[in-house]
């Protein structure tokens, strides 16, 4: 029943994936909450539960690979607080190409600048002889890791962001390498297993390749500049008189809820935001505020400019300032 899942490189976002996984396994339905997956152009993603999701599309064995004994006793404590599957995940430290050999499918989470001799390490080319090889790195392209394992891995990569940490996560999934000619009904399974694994984490889509800078400034950066919009929300508040803790979970909750109204009910912003703009009211005298901030621009730009940020992550030799953040 089920299958080995190895994640290499198993920092936050592995154990955000790991820890949905197993949740999901020991839970009735992964979307408590009612979270509907549906989009607003109507293109819907499937929900694993466990009525409906077959055995083998979550797996049942679990290995973390780090590259220290201080994580690896780090990492137990953390899988061990899980309850269900979580205590039977091995944490080991320094056998990368051994534990991959284990493996069916293998999740590569370290840094993009290590992705080359991580997957070119001795051992790595036999491990990864006819897996399937999931990678969640920024800025490195299914060309160059082609290049650096066998020719029958069957690679896809996953673009997931900070959020995957409390199961509200946005993963975007390039479509399988097409330069494998892989038989179809193995296309479907592996598109059947990631939507799976990443869907225990929050949404999840297929998007070509060619999308990823981008989706890696919008959704993988994005957590960070509706921070910074979210705070400025709060300090607006706590500057009319409102205390601290009361400003900033109205700002959060108000952005939560717009949000969902986008999501569920798939009405466009525009809408929700006319909806609110009342003549001669206080909100129309905001919005215009905020236009002459040229906020709507400033928005677009900044993601703008982390997509051409994005594409510098994955080439040789450069490494982030920043380890492995978006």
Same mark, same amino acid.
């Given at each position: ?12 976002? +592995? ?65 061990? &607080? ?5 205590? &039977?995940?091995?944490?080991? &430290? ?22 080359? +001799?991580?997957?070119?390490?001795? +051992? ?116 009319? +008189? ?57 928005? &677009? ?26």
């Amino acid at each position: 029943m089920g299958y080995t899942l190895c994640v290499i490189g198993c920092g936050t976002m +592995g154990i955000a994936i790991l820890s949905g996984v197993v949740d999901v396994l020991k839970s009735p339905s992964p979307f408590p909450n009612g979270m509907s997956q549906s989009s607003p152009s109507g293109i819907s993603t499937p929900v694993p539960t466990l009525a409906t999701v077959p055995d083998e599309s979550l797996p049942s064995k679990f290995t973390a690979c780090v590259s220290r004994d201080d994580s690896v006793r780090r990492l137990k404590r953390t899988f061990e &607080a899980l309850g269900g599957l979580g205590p &039977a995940i091995q944490v080991i &430290a320094g056998h990368n190409a051994d534990s991959a050999a284990h493996a069916d499918i293998i999740i590569l989470c370290c840094k993009p600048h290590q992705a080359e +001799g991580i997957l070119t390490a001795p +051992g790595m080319v036999h491990a990864l002889e006819g897996k399937l090889l999931i990678s969640i790195l920024a800025g490195v392209t299914i060309s160059q890791m082609r290049g650096w394992v066998p020719a029958s891995t069957r690679l896809i990569r996953a673009m997931p962001n900070t959020p995957c940490k409390i199961r509200e996560g946005m993963t975007v999934l390039s479509s399988p390498d097409a330069e494998l000619h892989t038989p179809l009904h193995l296309l479907a399974k592996d598109k059947e297993i990631c939507t799976s694994i990443f869907s225990s984490i929050g949404r999840a889509r297929f998007l070509d390749e060619k999308h990823f800078d981008a989706c890696t400034a919008l959704s993988g950066s994005g957590p960070a500049f509706a921070c910074i919009f979210l705070e400025a929300l709060a300090d607006g508040g706590v500057m009319m +008189g409102l205390p601290r803790a009361e400003a900033l979970e109205l700002a959060a909750q108000t952005l939560q809820g717009a949000a969902r109204m986008t999501l569920q009910s798939g009405a466009h912003p525009a809408a929700i935001k006319d909806t609110v703009t009342t003549p001669g009211g206080c909100t129309i005298a905001g919005v215009l505020t905020l236009e002459d901030g040229r906020v709507r621009s400033t928005i &677009a730009r900044a993601i703008q400019v982390a997509t051409e940020r994005a594409s510098e992550l994955g080439q040789s030799g450069k490494q982030p300032t920043s380890a492995r953040k978006h």
